[in-house]
């Protein structure tokens, strides 16, 4: 058995939101409970929860106001707490799951402990989720392109506000949609990513985004004794489950008929895609449209049926993002100045509107939206020489400011008016957030398809089954079959369950992942196990880890006998 070393000591801070203005807490420290859960392949995600307990009253012993009601700032939720465990060398290191933040704003202890609800940034952004104008940018044709699942959940990274994934989820199969946000936050919209490649996403003592493979064919993380240590075998809640059926949907690729796409030649109702270069050499995409207005026009000599009118629009996409889009109305010029043009039937422009997107410098999210009108200068001043010089007659800017604590906006709108010979600007502040970015439609398009398979164990009918039905979609052939069989092996493990408790040592802490793989000697057989719910429990005089484990099978010379044979 390899020797254990424990770790000595835990201390702690808590900071501002940035983590910044620490406050060390170790002096008061009473008990310290961290946790996270049982496997859920359907969220794909993995938080960690607890409690922080500090001894005696507001003071604390400290000079600094304690008192949530009159320090609001040292008690906001969000405010992150950093906890450090030492090694048997006297180092000191990140605790496994130990960057957290105050997920509620705790009550006065008037007199008694001092009680934290915590957690890491998955629970905190997942109760609280970032303003959902931050987001950064996921392009349709990003996407529709192929992309692969950590690249996708970093470039959601901007709108989830969790810390950057530095693991590879996998390479295949690529993704060619996201999964629909249909509730929840973004933060559960990741969690849905990494679910369909068998990964569950956590946060380790770094703040960094980690994705853990839930593998239970590999080798063991630890082989012991269970006479040296506090194990049990646990009583199973959970039925021995012969069938497990996963309901789910496919995103896949979906071409679109091309021949909508585009035309060689603008005629009414048609679609025309020319591609065409900005003055300053980036490559954009225009299409437009062109509608004829027919209708009765009278002259002196006879009465006859004309075009009187057209109305064009026209799309500009810069990057295959929305740039600004123009509509252009025309219109007999004997119509718009029957004096000035008897009976003239030439076309002529009669308004312009202009709508243009303006991102932030970063690109990550709109700035303002500006809408420009233009008419003939007649309809204005009819004493000007030049009646049919289209001129600024009205524009419209609205801008959008983060206030505050960036959960709120600012949002002013500036109305210049010529007619009314005035400008306006009212701003207001609240949840008005600025409207998502726009991309370009693109050629193709993700569809969710049905997708069903099962995982059978090898037992005599009559069978029970369990048929899940996720709530997020898979995005390659194999998955759903791979999602059940994995599912089957977590339900038979859980029909006979374990559980023990380990001294916090150097390796748990150095080696940690949320998946560890038990050898479990007991009575001369080995039994492996996959531990999958850990609960830190640290006070001043231990730091212990309690921790359930799943049932995988035998191990003899080194080779397993699952508890479970699944038909192929």
């Known amino acids: ?77 969000g405010n992150q707490l950093r906890v450090q465990c030492q090694l048997s060398n006297d180092t000191w290191v990140p605790h496994p799951l130990g960057a957290l933040r105050l997920l509620k ?90 679910s369909a490649y068998l990964h569950l996403l956590w946060i380790n003592g770094s703040r960094q985004l980690r994705a853990a493979l839930c593998n239970v ?38 071409d679109r008929d091309q021949a909508d796409q585009s035309g060689s030649e603008t005629d009414e109702g048609m ?14 995409q225009t299409s437009s449209t062109t509608q004829p207005e027919n209708e009765v026009f009278p ?18 996409y810069t990057n295959d993002l929305f740039n600004y889009s123009l509509e252009t109305s025309r219109a007999c010029k004997g119509l718009l100045f029957p004096e000035d043009f008897p009976e003239d039937t030439t076309l002529t422009d009669a308004r312009e509107l202009k709508e243009q997107q303006v991102l932030t410098g970063d690109g990550k999210r709109v700035y303002k939206i500006v809408k420009t009108q233009r008419e003939p200068a007649g309809l204005v001043d009819p004493s000007v020489s030049n009646k049919l010089a289209l001129i600024k007659t009205r524009q419209v800017t609205k801008i ?41 439609p693109q050629a193709s398009e993700a569809v969710e398809q049905p997708d069903t398979d099962n995982s059978e164990a090898n037992t005599s009918p009559p069978k029970t089954v369990l048929t899940l039905r996720r709530t997020s979609p898979v995005f390659g052939p194999g998955q759903a079959k791979a999602i059940a069989t994995l599912q089957h092996r977590i339900e038979w493990g859980n029909a006979l369950p374990a559980k023990w408790e380990l001294p916090l040592s150097d390796s748990l802490i150095q080696n940690y992942h949320p998946f560890l793989m038990f050898d479990w000697i007991d009575n001369g057989v080995v039994y492996r196990y996959l531990s999958h719910s850990h609960v830190f429990l640290h006070s001043k005089t231990s730091s212990v880890v309690a921790m359930a484990g799943l049932f995988l099978g035998t191990v003899e010379n080194g080779i397993l006998t ?4 699944v038909l192929t």
């Not at 939101?17 to 620490?22: D, M, V």
């Not at 959940?153 to 993704?175: F, G, W, Y």
């Not at 679609?271 to 954009?284: F, L, M, Q, S």
Request: charged share 25%.
């Open 1 to 77: 058995m390899p020797e254990y070393r424990l770790a000595k000591n835990t201390r702690i801070w808590i900071g501002d939101r940035a983590g910044a203005n620490e406050l060390e807490l170790t002096a008061k420290l009473q008990e310290l409970e961290i946790a996270n859960p049982r496997i859920d392949l359907d969220s794909g995600l993995h938080p960690a929860t607890g409690q922080l307990t500090l001894a005696g009253g507001i003071t604390l012993g400290w000079t600094e106001n304690l008192d949530p009601r009159s320090n609001r700032t040292r008690w906001q939720m």
């Open 105 to 194: 704003r705790p009550k006065p202890p008037r007199g008694q402990d001092f009680v934290l609800s915590i957690g890491d940034d998955l629970a905190h952004l997942d109760q609280n989720p970032a303003p959902e104008s931050s987001s950064g940018l996921l392009t349709a044709s990003q996407v529709l392109s192929g992309i692969k699942p950590t690249e996708a959940i970093n470039l959601l990274q901007p709108r989830t506000a969790l810390p950057t994934l530095v693991d590879e989820i996998a390479l295949t199969p690529v993704m060619h949609g996201i999964p629909a946000r249909q509730s929840g936050t973004r933060v559960k919209q990741c969690g849905a990513i990494s």
């Open 217 to 254: 064919d590999r080798a063991p993380d630890f082989t012991l004794s269970t006479e040296d240590y506090n194990w049990d075998c646990t009583e199973g809640d959970f039925p021995e489950i012969d069938q497990v059926v996963v309901a789910t949907t496919r995103l896949i690729k979906l």
């Open 271 to 284: 679609t025309t895609t020319e591609a065409i270069t900005d003055p300053y050499g980036t490559p954009v």
């Open 299 to 316: 002259t002196s000599s006879s009465t006859a049926t004309i075009t009187t009118g057209t109305t064009s629009k026209e799309t500009n």
């Open 400 to 440: 959008w400011r983060e206030h505050g604590d960036g959960v709120q906006w600012r949002e002013q709108t500036v109305t210049w008016d010529l007619r009314e010979r005035r400008i306006t600007s009212p701003s207001r502040i609240g949840n008005y957030p600025p409207p998502q970015i726009q991309v370009k």
């Open 562 to 565: 699952p508890a479970l044979e």
